[in-house]
């Protein structure tokens, strides 16, 4: 009987090459029978073997070697040699083989597992992409900063940026114009948002998306950016904005409905209330509108009324709010007033904006308005309160008026009284304005020192065809708030600048003509004004001087400044009126290129018997020198008055003592005969 062959001996180093290889390389059954055949090798052995742990085997040959492979709590199983008698050193070299083989097959395992993870891990990754793809809401997420981390298909879809261009680029560039300056998002910290907003496409598309933001967090839950979620919502606001528009809307004139007019006139009333202002309401009701309605049909009313709505809209403020309530009637809602009677004006602009014809069919159709008023608070407290009185309002002045496209009523009969004075009076003074009514009175002025005549102040009267001469306490008022005014004052600067030039070419000596200037008037294109006028008339402007109010002062400080800097430029001397009664401040005082202080009559007045009056008018006089102005005081009409002024220190007086207002040739009269002049 022959002996079994015996596998070819290696060394310990050999044989654990050769089970790195087999573990590396071999898998199942084929690992068990190789690594056998490397102990069977090491110890010379005509039998060897690896018996996994699954295998269990319940005993060995008589007089085998077994050794278990197992490292770390983890069996694997088992290397067994038999064949021959074995030494310790034979058992201490399997068992070296069986503590790098379990190292080895634990090494192994792991990395199969961690293999197996990641692969069910890219699996799971590829399978999200592939939902996101899929669904059609934008999914897109940024980074803290705001730049984009990823963009899936329904983003590409919606926004038609591929995730190439979209990716690294800061989620601004999707804003549009007007949020483009706005902060991004950063909701990480706060938790989820969700919002309507407006985004742009790249074909340039404005779209409205529904935005639902959500803070993206890592394995610690610490905040690394946002999460986006977009979906297209366009149809679906453009839809409530139709339905909006049908709810507040007239559809025919695009104008504000009863509804919209009631929520926006009670808004504004509570601002007024807060300001402890005063508000009115218009009801406007069409003359002769359905005389055209019937004789030439619906469609030619129509658009009638379309036009009605668009000259209503022109001829009001921006921060006015006119409706159209139904059929031919329209309101109108005033919050910016200082005086119920201005609503008289706006009423007036109303029914003169319907005065030119209107073109519509091959027709020109003329209509007119009546207007009724309605005041807060002493007519109501709530838009339909007001709206229903300036209803009854319109009534009764359709009733009483000679002409009803002319007819204004107020709700309040004591208003209506008023409001017919000074519509009288506003359009006795438009009409004064075209029809030389106005005319130019002339009161000297007079150094107290020298007692000679330096100057003269004109001053508008109104001779009235009627009336006579109407106060100016009675127009002058009346002009500022209708914005005459500035007519006026421009009027004012032409008249004195060509009766300077008359007397200027007669050869008498240079002196100021003092003209009143409004606030409304001191405006940028002031300078201009006086420009040209002075050059028109080939005047000297040393022979102008403008008189400013001190309240004027306040409303724009560096731009009154720099207005008062252009008129000095052009040797124009500046006198500040009124002053005292205004509230300037000091510190400003200073830095206004002025010539002259002049005292307010109502100080002038209690003087000397009034100590406050001498306070007040010894102060102004001290602080004008010290300033380096020259100090008038107006009213001057006793003696007592100018010694007060003379030992005080003041520089000029002007009133009835030394004159009163003259028209021009009388003036002129005065300075030939009985002034005299301050030589060049």
């Known amino acids: 009987m022959s002996r079994p062959s015996l596998p070819a001996p290696i060394d310990f180093v050999g044989s654990s090459a050769a089970v790195c290889d087999a573990v590396l390389k071999l898998r199942g059954e084929v690992l068990h029978a190789e690594l056998g055949r490397i102990a069977a090798a090491l110890l010379a052995s005509p039998q060897g073997s690896f018996l996994p742990e699954e295998a269990r085997p319940t005993g060995a040959p008589p007089g085998a070697l077994v050794q278990e492979v197992a490292t770390g709590g983890i069996c694997f199983g088992r290397y067994q040699v038999s064949g021959r008698p074995y030494s310790l050193e034979d058992w201490r070299q399997l068992e070296g083989l069986a503590g790098l083989s379990a190292t080895l097959l634990q090494v192994h395992t792991l990395a199969q597992r961690t293999t197996h993870a990641y692969a069910q891990v890219e699996a799971q990754l590829a399978h999200q992409s592939q939902i996101l793809d899929q669904i059609h809401e934008s999914v ?16 590409e879809r919606l926004f038609g940026y591929s995730a190439l261009e979209a990716v690294g680029r800061h989620i601004l560039f999707l804003y549009v114009d007007e949020d483009e300056d706005a902060p991004f998002d ?42 986006a979620y977009l979906t297209d919502i366009t149809e679906r606001k453009l839809a409530e904005e139709r339905l909006h528009h049908l709810a507040y809307y007239q559809e025919l004139t695009g104008l504000p409905n009863r509804t919209l007019f009631g929520r926006l006139v009670d808004q504004g009333l509570a601002v007024a209330q807060r300001n402890e202002g005063t508000a009115c309401v218009l009801y406007l009701d069409l003359n002769r ?14 658009e009638l009324l379309r036009q009605v709505g668009e000259r209503f809209r022109g001829a009001l403020r921006d921060e006015d709010v006119i409706a159209h309530l139904a059929g031919d009637e329209f309101a109108v809602g005033l919050f910016d007033l200082r005086q119920h009677f201005e609503a008289t004006t706006v009423a007036q602009k109303l029914q003169a904006a319907l005065a030119a014809p209107f073109a519509i069919g091959g027709h020109d159709l003329r209509v007119g308005a ?51 004075q000074r519509m009288q009076i506003e359009s006795g003074l438009r009409h004064a304005l075209g029809h030389g009514e106005l005319v130019l009175h002339y009161q000297p002025k007079f150094e107290i020192k020298s007692g000679r005549l330096v100057g003269a102040e004109a001053l508008v009267r109104w001779r009235h065809p009627q009336r006579g001469m109407v106060p100016p306490a009675e127009f002058i008022p009346l002009a500022e708030t209708t914005g005459l005014i500035v007519q006026v004052g421009e009027w004012v600067l032409e008249q004195a600048c060509a009766q300077a030039a008359v007397w200027h070419g007669a050869g008498l000596p240079v002196f100021r003509l003092a003209v009143n200037v409004s606030a409304r008037e001191f405006t940028a294109s002031l300078p201009g004004r006086v420009a040209d006028t002075l050059s028109r008339y080939r005047l000297d402007p040393s022979w102008l001087e403008l008189e400013i109010t001190e309240s004027t002062l306040m409303d724009d400080i560096e731009g009154t400044i720099a207005i008062m800097d252009r008129i000095s430029a052009l040797g124009v001397a500046l006198s500040l009126d009124d002053f005292g009664t205004g509230y300037s401040s000091l510190s400003y005082l200073k830095r206004f290129p002025i010539d002259t202080l002049k005292i307010d009559r109502s100080f002038t007045n209690g003087l000397p018997s009034d100590s406050s009056d001498c306070a007040i008018a010894g102060t102004i006089i001290s602080m004008g020198r010290k300033l380096g102005h020259r100090v008038i005081a107006e009213g001057v009409e006793t003696l007592e008055q100018l ?26 009269l005065g300075l030939r005969e009985n002034w005299l002049l301050i030589a060049e």
């Open 140 to 155: 897109l997420t940024t980074d803290r900063m705001g730049y984009i981390t990823s963009w899936n298909k329904g983003a």
């Open 186 to 227: 950063a909701f990480a910290e706060q938790g989820g948002r969700m919002m309507e907003v407006r985004r742009r496409k790249k074909s340039g598309e404005v779209f409205w998306a529904s935005l639902s933001l959500s803070p993206l967090c890592d394995l610690e839950d610490r905040p690394t950016g946002l999460i």
């Open 643 to 668: 010694d007060f002024l003379r030992a005080a220190g003041c520089d000029e007086v002007q009133g009835y003592l030394y004159g009163k207002p003259l028209p021009a040739y009388e003036f002129e």
């Open 370 to 420: 009546s207007v009724g008023i309605a005041v807060y608070p002493q007519d109501g407290q709530d838009a339909e309160t007001l709206l229903r009185m300036a209803d009854i309002a319109m009534e009764r002045a359709k009733e009483k008026a000679e002409n009803p496209d002319h007819s204004v009523a107020f709700y309040r009969m004591d208003m209506n009284d008023g409001m017919q």
């Open 289 to 302: 509108f359905k005389l055209v309605n019937g004789t030439l049909g619906r469609r030619v009313g129509d």
